[in-house]
């Protein structure tokens, strides 16, 4: 593996900068499931980052630990330098990590740009009651941040739904919103837990080019994990490679292909 | 100081209306746009200040006069200011289809040998560059959105933005140069190139002076009273000589404001919100706006449907003739008026059309039915006869005297003559200068003497003067049996009926005709769906029976009404097939401006023809498409073939 220590250039002349989270030995238990065992890899900044594995092998659970959802039982969790404290995760969000679900979890029943404005939810400093007479400072502040949610809906090319209820939407759409209302929180990390599931290939392509983007324009980092290999392979930096809770391997995506270990995870091994 | 010398108050060219305007109007709006869900809104002072830069930034770049600048994109203000600067350098503006692919581009580029390119957004440039290497003239490339280049080599791309800021630094002999070139512009300078759709062959470069675009303008604006208070909402394709009047040329001359649509998804609801005084539309959006209020009427409450069947019973018998200042009965009046408030506004309202003064609707045949429902509600929709060569102006109809079936008189200052042929000629001030790099082509269309051929068959009504168009003039031809085929005349009445989209007729030269049927997937979707039949795709629904069945019937109906007519009764469908791909421009078979072009669908679907005529039943094909990242796939089929009624005037009888 090539030596990262300083951070690195990609391919296509991206500056990867410094560690921006670090974890450390993880071990995650569920009474006597070990979902994930002692898992060792960093994110750096402005990096596009996968995790990859066949089902079950304790990627969504990964992202939860990175999200402060899970508290993993052994391991640290470094982020910005600095070992994090247990935290709920409304704190941890507060910090500059915000995420989107495997089954999509928006406000059915609200529109586009409400569900994005929820995302602003953490940053809003006027209380409930000033946003309920939405008068003077409460007025402003909405304002400022409806302005900012109105660039992401422009960026993510959303403008025709934006008052549309997202429960009538169609799927990738719904994603696409998911996406929105997550970049709405101006994340440093941003996780996306299959962020293509059940799109058909001209939503992968789109959804692709938004992630890409949004990784140069707004320079987020960003982790995901997906199953469709060639998406993987298109867009990520470095890979990292679960099975049953163990990682097989880590490295830019040539090296994991080339890794004798994936393969037989992915491919079944003959005993 | 506005240069470009007077002539009886019209002055002669873009450059020195924008001058004029920021003097004249200076701080009313000009343009607008919805960005970040508002609508911005820019002056005609700013207009110009923007422009004059942008002119100036382009000139440092190395923009030379006659230099051809492709402009690629959708509807934004600043592409069509873009265009004004380009022709303050006295270059010409190239507008082109932004959802041409690649090498259709590849070719409008490198004929025309454009040396600059200002494309709206990273999709376009990337386009441009993938065919750069056939483009040996090409030299700088201008683009607008800056999301996702910052990766892109800048050694010959540039941020429009960063153009103009350089231009506000321009020395003063940059300045000078430019006030030169300005002034240098008159009549006889060349305002734009637009390509032709090219409904056969490759497209042409029709070649368009100052005088063409202005006086055009003018004379239009002239004839419906447009001015400086009306509102137009651009969003068709600026490399369409309509868009190129209405959102350039009147806005040039006249000051119409020009109100731009946050994306293109958008459109509807924009529509809604600028309520536009004057409104054009090819006739398939005014069809897609009837289906949808059809729709949403057949899912209301019986008192609401009771009550818009009732009310617009009404106005199909009272409504045009109250458009057109007719008398008609005070208690006929006084029910419409009620009709007004509970039925005809909110319908109005809700397509964003209460504003319209005046609509035109062109491009192709519109169903009467169509066209009467608009009537009806007191939308005063009116029909265009026009073409990129005549500067959109061939023939309108006056307030008065719209009718379905004509396309009304000549426009101010046009003559028209019905050539021996029945081709229809005109020779106009908006008549084009040439083909570019095509003078074969032009001594075909154009004689010494100013008349140019249009290729479309018609006649003048004796009584009222009004034009008809029957078909294209390449295209009537005769059956077999002697008898005229003229298979635009058909496709149209087919096409009247929501469920079908687009129809082609084959027959000249043969004994009969056939037809190739494309269902509309949202009225047939919607039909499936209260008929409880289940679909998977376009093509599953298209081969349905009970979807056959209906088509048939509407094939049959047509034929009837084809058979009433003596000249064409031999046009009657006597077999069909209901295709299983949508037709589409990305395969080639429609234009950008989705005409049909039938050589090529016939060439490519042979064997359907063939199946067609010789009697089988069904036929498997395999079909290559195109899908929108330009990747190619196949899809195979068989299609059922069926047997229409014909008629023989009176009475009917089976085929075969």
């Keep these: 593996m090539k030596d990262i220590a300083q951070g690195y250039m990609t391919e296509d002349g991206r500056q990867i900068g410094a560690v921006l989270m670090e974890l450390k030995n993880i071990t995650l238990k569920f009474g006597g499931v070990q979902a994930i065992t002692n898992a060792s890899f960093d994110i750096r900044e402005g990096e596009i980052r996968a995790i990859i594995g066949p089902n079950g092998a304790g990627k969504s659970s990964m992202l939860n630990v990175i999200n402060g959802f899970y508290h993993p039982q052994e391991g640290e969790v470094w982020f910005h330098g600095k070992k994090r404290p247990s935290m709920p995760p409304s704190e941890i969000a507060r910090q500059g990590i915000a995420r989107t679900f495997q089954n999509i979890a928006l406000f059915h029943g609200m529109t586009t740009v409400e569900n994005v404005m929820t995302g602003r939810q953490l940053m809003m400093k006027k209380n409930f009651f000033w946003q309920l007479l939405r008068v003077g400072p409460a007025l402003e502040e909405e304002t400022v941040h409806r302005r900012k949610c109105e660039e992401i809906i422009d960026f993510l090319e959303i403008q025709a739904i934006r008052k549309t209820p997202v429960g009538s939407l169609p799927y990738g759409l719904q994603k696409r919103v998911e996406l929105a209302r997550a970049l709405a929180m101006e994340p440093k990390l941003l996780l996306l837990d299959e962020p293509m599931a059940g799109m058909n290939v001209e939503e992968k392509e789109d959804m692709s080019r938004f992630i890409l983007d949004v990784n140069d324009q707004y320079g987020t980092t960003i982790a995901l994990i997906e199953h469709d290999m060639s998406v993987v392979m298109d867009l990520a930096d470095r890979v990292v490679v679960l099975d049953y809770g163990k990682m097989l391997a880590d490295g830019t995506p040539d090296e994991v292909q080339k890794n004798q270990a994936v393969i037989d995870a992915y491919l079944g091994v003959e005993n | ?656």
């Design chain 2, 1 to 656: 100081m506005v240069s470009g010398s007077e002539t009886g108050g019209v002055l002669q060219s873009v450059p020195a209306y924008v001058r004029r305007n920021a003097k004249t109007f200076s701080n009313a709006p000009a343009f607008r746009e919805k960005q970040f869900g508002i609508w911005q809104s820019w002056t005609w002072l700013q207009v110009e200040k923007y422009v004059t830069e942008l002119a100036l930034g382009l000139l440092q770049l190395g923009a030379r006069e006659g230099d051809h600048i492709a402009v690629i994109g959708r509807n934004r203000p600043h592409l069509y200011w873009a265009m004004m600067s380009v022709q303050m350098v006295g270059a010409v503006p190239v507008p082109l289809y932004q959802d041409a692919v690649a090498e259709e581009m590849s070719y409008v580029l490198s004929h025309c040998g454009a040396r600059f390119v200002i494309a709206d957004d990273q999709e376009q440039v990337d386009k441009v560059l993938e065919v750069q290497e056939d483009l040996p003239s090409l030299d700088q490339m201008i683009y607008l959105d800056a999301r996702g280049m910052r990766k892109y080599d800048h050694s010959k791309l540039h941020d429009l933005e960063k153009v103009r800021e350089s231009g506000v630094e321009a020395s003063t002999t940059e300045r000078q140069e430019l006030e030169t070139r300005i002034g240098k512009l008159n009549f006889q300078s060349i305002c734009v190139m637009l390509y032709t759709s090219g409904t056969t062959g490759k497209p042409k470069g029709v070649v368009l002076s100052n005088k063409n675009i202005i006086i055009s303008s003018l004379n239009g604006c002239k004839f419906d009273n447009i001015g400086k208070d009306d509102e137009i909402l651009s969003y068709l394709p600026i490399a369409w000589v309509g868009d190129f009047i209405f959102s350039f040329g009147q806005c040039v001359v006249s000051g119409v404001r020009v109100n731009c649509p946050e994306s293109r998804e958008t459109v509807l609801s924009d529509l809604r919100e600028i309520g536009p005084s004057y409104y054009f539309a090819p006739p398939r959006i005014f069809e897609s706006m009837l289906t949808s209020v059809m729709l949403r009427i057949e899912d209301t409450s019986v008192v609401k449907k009771w009550l818009y069947d009732y009310f617009m019973a009404h106005a199909t018998q009272v409504g045009p003739l109250i458009l057109d200042k007719k008398p008609v009965g005070r208690w006929a009046l006084i029910k419409y008026k009620v009709g007004e408030f509970l039925i005809y506004a909110p319908i109005k309202n809700i397509l964003g059309l209460s504003q319209v003064r005046v609509g035109y609707t062109a491009g192709e045949a519109i169903g009467p039915e169509i066209f009467d429902f608009f009537r009806s509600l007191g939308i005063n929709l009116k029909q265009l006869y026009g073409q990129t060569e005549a500067s959109i102006f061939v023939t309108v109809q006056p307030d008065g005297e719209v009718r379905s079936d004509t396309v009304g008189v000549p426009a101010p200052d046009v003559e028209v003559r019905i050539g021996s042929n029945g081709e229809v000629y005109y020779r106009s001030p908006g008549a084009f200068v040439e083909y570019y790099k095509n003078p074969e082509s032009t001594a075909e269309t154009k004689d010494p003497d100013g008349w140019v051929a249009t290729g479309d068959a018609g006649f003048l009504e004796p009584d009222t003067g009004h034009l008809r168009i029957i078909d294209r003039a390449k295209d009537v031809g005769k059956l077999s049996g002697g008898s005229m085929f003229a298979p635009k005349y058909v496709e149209n009445k087919l096409k009247f009926y929501p469920n079908i989209l687009e129809a082609v007729l084959f027959g000249a030269g043969r004994d009969n005709c056939v037809a190739f049927i494309n269902i509309d997937l949202t009225a047939v979707g919607y039909w499936a769906e209260r008929n409880n039949i289940a679909y998977s795709s376009y093509q599953e629904l298209s081969s349905n029976p009970k979807v056959l069945d209906m088509v048939q019937e509407h094939v049959e109906k047509v034929n009837k009404s084809v058979s009433e007519d003596e000249m064409l009764s031999g046009c009657q469908i006597h077999r069909f097939l209901v295709l299983h791909k949508e037709l589409d421009a990305d395969d080639g078979e429609l234009t950008r401006t989705r005409k049909v072009r039938r050589k090529i669908i016939g060439e490519k679907f042979d064997d359907l023809v063939t199946a067609l005529y010789d009697g089988s039943d069904s036929i498997y094909t395999e079909t290559e498409v195109t899908y929108e990242d330009g990747r190619k796939g196949k899809i195979a089929a068989t299609l059922q073939i069926r047997n229409a009624a014909i008629s023989d005037g009176s009475t009917s009888m089976a085929a075969e």
